[in-house]
């Protein structure tokens, strides 16, 4: 911390009073006066300066020389003195600082002697190299060389500063692994010595850059496995480096979610595989199944598609494989029926009318076979056409409809078609319009019995 005095000297004299005429006691006081009857008035007593005569008479001046009491009696001309100036202030400094380095701080300790003011300034010929601070201390900011001009009071001091860069003497490199896992980063820190460097600008680089990439603040990350460098260097060329193996962790175990598979035609299921160890660098797992019209595979789901057997194979990125077996299964069909309670028969013998609609529904069993579809089939689709599981009658006859299941279950119904109204008008013709007769009796009976 800077010190700074300022003593102000004043002389202090006593106004002295004129006793040339003893004649005017009246205007006589304390004090010695000069040679030329007159004396200081410092503190302006008399409100005419710091100067003043007397010599019997009250206090005056001598305009130009003359005193205007004198002119009356002996036109005397009395000379003015000149006089006494006071001390001339003056700067002195307890502890120039000749040279500092760049980074120090320095206070100033001057006495400004016989100051007439209580203001003081202190200023820097370049502050590139050495800046005042608020409070008139110094600070080394750049190398070189500058003036310091302490000023007040009307005079000025000035000494000279050097000030020298501290160069980088040694580096060295914190936190450095030996080993570093592919794909891991890791923060670097330089220490710089000595601690007040001038210039502490790093910069750092890598020997490979494929290997080991570092950033310019020292932050590396491992991109292949090997072994690089990484250099640190200061702006003066001091240097230090250090050397770093990239390896890579490999798969070692698949772990799935299943052991093996049993899945119904048409069913699905998810895969779920992880790597162990579960810092492998790599992960990914590819997935194929052995036989894929069997099972096929798709966002890592298996979509069972026909019977039978096969494997799903899982495969690391380092070649490690794992199997999972895939059994396609479906519920087989055991029997079908056909249900013809909506038929409306004419007779006992499943007789129908052309003109009627056919409905047939074929029931599997069980409920839940995996194929539960019937295809139907007619023996003389020119009696009754099948198309898309719909009966279609064309002409009279008998026919036989066979409903075709899955795992080999069939089942068959046999059909008569007749013309009613045909049948009807040659009944009534041979019996010559007596009734129908004990052949139109039946008929008639067998038709009313189906129909109700």
Same mark, same amino acid.
């Given at each position: 911390?800077?010190?700074k005095?300022?003593?102000?000297?004043?002389?202090?004299?006593?106004?002295?009073?004129?006793?040339?005429?003893?004649?005017?006691?009246?205007?006589?006081?304390?004090?010695r006066?000069?040679?030329?009857?007159?004396?200081h008035d410092?503190?302006?007593?008399?409100g005419?300066?710091?100067y003043?005569?007397?010599?019997?008479?009250?206090?005056?001046?001598?305009p130009?020389?003359?005193?205007?009491?004198?002119?009356?009696?002996?036109?005397?001309?009395?000379?003015?003195?000149?006089p006494?100036p006071?001390?001339?202030?003056?700067?002195? *400094?307890?502890?120039?600082?000749?040279?500092?380095?760049?980074?120090? %701080?320095? !206070?100033?300790?001057?006495?400004?002697?016989?100051?007439t003011?209580?203001?003081?300034?202190?200023?820097?010929a370049? =502050?590139? *190299?050495?800046r005042? %601070?608020?409070?008139?201390?110094?600070?080394?900011?750049?190398?070189?060389?500058?003036n310091?001009?302490?000023?007040?009071?009307?005079?000025?001091?000035?000494?000279?500063i050097?000030? %020298?860069?501290?160069?980088?003497?040694?580096?060295?490199?914190?936190?450095?692994?030996?080993?570093?896992?592919? !794909?891991?980063?890791?923060?670097?820190?330089?220490?710089?010595?000595?601690?007040?460097?001038?210039?502490?600008?790093?910069?750092?680089?890598?020997?490979?850059?494929?290997?080991?990439?570092i950033?310019?603040?020292?932050?590396?990350?491992?991109?292949?496995t090997?072994?690089?460098?990484?250099?640190?260097?200061?702006?003066? !060329?001091v240097?230090?480096?250090?050397?770093?193996?990239?390896?890579?962790?490999?798969?070692?175990?698949?772990?799935?979610?299943k052991?093996?598979?049993?899945?119904?035609?048409?069913?699905?299921?998810?895969?779920?595989?992880?790597?162990?160890?579960? %810092?492998?660098?790599?992960?990914?797992?590819?997935? =194929?199944?052995?036989?894929?019209?069997?099972? =096929?595979?798709?966002?890592?789901?298996v979509?069972?598609?026909?019977e039978?057997?096969?494997?799903?194979?899982l495969t690391?990125?380092?070649?490690?494989?794992?199997? *999972?077996?895939?059994?396609?299964?479906?519920?087989?069909?055991e029997?079908?029926?056909i249900?013809?309670?909506?038929?409306?028969?004419?007779?006992?013998?499943?007789?129908?009318d052309?003109?009627?609609?056919?409905?047939?529904?074929?029931?599997?069993?069980?409920?839940?076979?995996?194929?539960p579809?019937?295809t139907?089939?007619?023996n003389?689709? =020119?009696?009754?056409?099948?198309?898309?599981?719909?009966f279609?009658i064309?002409?009279t006859?008998k026919?036989?409809?066979t409903?075709?299941?899955?795992?080999?279950?069939?089942?068959e119904?046999?059909?008569? *078609?007749?013309?009613?109204?045909?049948?009807?008008?040659?009944?009534?013709l041979?019996l010559?319009?007596?009734?129908?007769?004990?052949?139109?009796?039946?008929?008639a009976n067998?038709?009313?019995?189906?129909t109700?």
């Open positions: 911390m800077k010190k005095y300022i003593k102000a000297t004043i002389s202090c004299h006593f106004v002295l009073i004129c006793s040339l005429c003893l004649a005017f006691p009246a205007y006589a006081h304390s004090g006066t000069d040679s030329s009857g007159g004396h410092y503190n302006n007593v008399s005419l300066g710091d003043h005569y007397h010599h019997g008479c009250p206090p005056h001046l001598h130009d020389g003359v005193c205007p009491y004198g002119a009356s009696n002996t036109e005397t001309t009395i000379s003015t003195p000149t006494t006071p001390p001339s202030p003056t700067i002195s *400094i307890t502890n120039v600082p000749q040279q500092l380095n760049v980074g120090d %701080n320095a !206070g100033l300790n001057y006495t400004i002697e016989n100051a003011d209580y203001g003081a300034t202190v200023t820097s370049d =502050e590139t *190299i050495v005042v %601070n608020s409070d008139q201390t110094l600070s080394a900011v750049g190398s070189g060389i500058t310091i001009t302490i000023s007040g009071s009307g005079v000025s001091k000035t000494f000279q050097q000030v %020298n860069s501290v160069p980088v003497a040694q580096l060295s490199i914190s936190d450095v692994p030996n080993e570093l896992q592919l !794909g891991n980063t890791v923060q670097l820190h330089a220490t710089i010595l000595p601690e007040n460097a001038t210039d502490k600008t790093i910069t750092w680089t890598s020997s490979d850059p494929s290997v080991l990439k950033s310019k603040n020292g932050k590396i990350k491992a991109k292949s090997g072994t690089a460098s990484v250099i640190c260097q200061a702006k003066n !060329g240097t230090t480096e250090a050397t770093i193996q990239v390896f890579e962790i490999f798969p070692e175990k698949i772990r799935l979610n052991k093996s598979l049993a899945l119904k035609c048409g069913e699905t299921s998810k895969i779920k595989a992880s790597i162990l160890p579960k %810092n492998a660098n790599n992960k990914q797992i590819s997935m =194929e199944i052995e036989d894929d019209t069997i099972a =096929e595979i798709t966002d890592n789901t979509h069972a598609l026909k039978g057997s096969t494997a799903l194979v690391a990125c380092n070649g490690l494989t794992k199997e *999972i077996p895939i059994t396609v299964y479906h519920i087989p069909v029997s079908l029926a249900d013809d309670s909506q038929m409306s028969y004419l007779m006992a013998d499943h007789v129908i052309k003109d009627s609609t056919i409905f047939l529904n074929a029931i599997v069993t069980p409920s839940d076979a995996t194929y579809d019937v139907w089939k007619s003389r689709p =020119e009696i009754v056409e099948v198309k898309n599981n719909q279609i064309h002409s006859g026919v036989t409809l409903a075709y299941g899955h795992d080999s279950c069939i089942k119904i046999s059909l008569k *078609i007749i013309d009613k109204d045909a049948v009807l008008g040659i009944a009534t041979c010559g319009g007596g009734g129908l007769g004990t052949a139109g009796a039946l008929y067998k038709r009313n019995s189906k109700d």
